[in-house]
C-alpha cells in the first residue's frame, strides 16, 4: 500500500519512527517532509500530505505535529480527506471502522512511540464496517461537493 506521511519540527522524530515502521511491514512511504526539527509551518507538509490522499495517489496517511491537532485540521481542509486523531487505541480503531479516515494523526508530546506505532497497526488493519456508517460518511462527501469552490 502507498501511505502518505507528514510532520512539522514537532512530529519528525516520530515520523522518521512511523516511517522506518511502515517500511518494514512492506509498504511504500511518500514522505512529504519536514526532514528537520527546524521550525516551520504545519500545513506546509499536513496539506500536501493529504493532497496525496485525497488523489489517489497514496491510499492512506499518517500525520504528526506536536499535539496532533493542527496536522488533522490542516488535512480536514483538503476536500475528500477524513482526518482523526489517534489519541488512543479505540478512537484509531473507530476512526476506520465508523467514519472511513483515510488519514489518522498523531502529537508526539502527548502520546508514547509504542501507542502511536500500535495504532497505526490497528489503522492499517482495521475496515471501514459500512452499513449505517456509509451513510454518514456519504453526508459529509456530499457537503463537500456541494460547497467546493
Keep these: 500500500m502507498k501511505i502518505s506521511l507528514g510532520s512539522d519540527h514537532g512530529g519528525f522524530h516520530y ?4 516511517k522506518e515502521h511502515l517500511n518494514k511491514l512492506g509498504h511504500e512511504v511518500i514522505d512529504v517532509g519536514t526532514n528537520s526539527t527546524d521550525s516551520c509551518n504545519y500545513p506546509e507538509f499536513a496539506i500536501p500530505a493529504a493532497e496525496k490522499v485525497a488523489s489517489g495517489e ?8 506536536t499535539s496532533g491537532e493542527g ?3 490542516a488535512a480536514n481542509k483538503v476536500k475528500g480527506v477524513r482526518c482523526g486523531i489517534g489519541y488512543d487505541d479505540h478512537v484509531s480503531e473507530f476512526a476506520r471502522r465508523h467514519n472511513n479516515a483515510n488519514m489518522l494523526a498523531f502529537g508526539e508530546r502527548e502520546m508514547s512511540l509504542n501507542d502511536v506505532l500500535r495504532r497505526v497497526d490497528i489503522f492499517l488493519t482495521t475496515p471501514f464496517e459500512g452499513g449505517r456508517h ?16
Design 134 to 149: 456509509a451513510l454518514r460518511v456519504q453526508q459529509i462527501t456530499d457537503y463537500e461537493e456541494k460547497h467546493s469552490k
Design 58 to 65: 497514496a491510499q492512506l496517511g499518517f500525520l504528526v505535529c
Design 15 to 18: 515520523k522518521n519512527e512511523i
Design 71 to 73: 496536522v488533522s485540521i
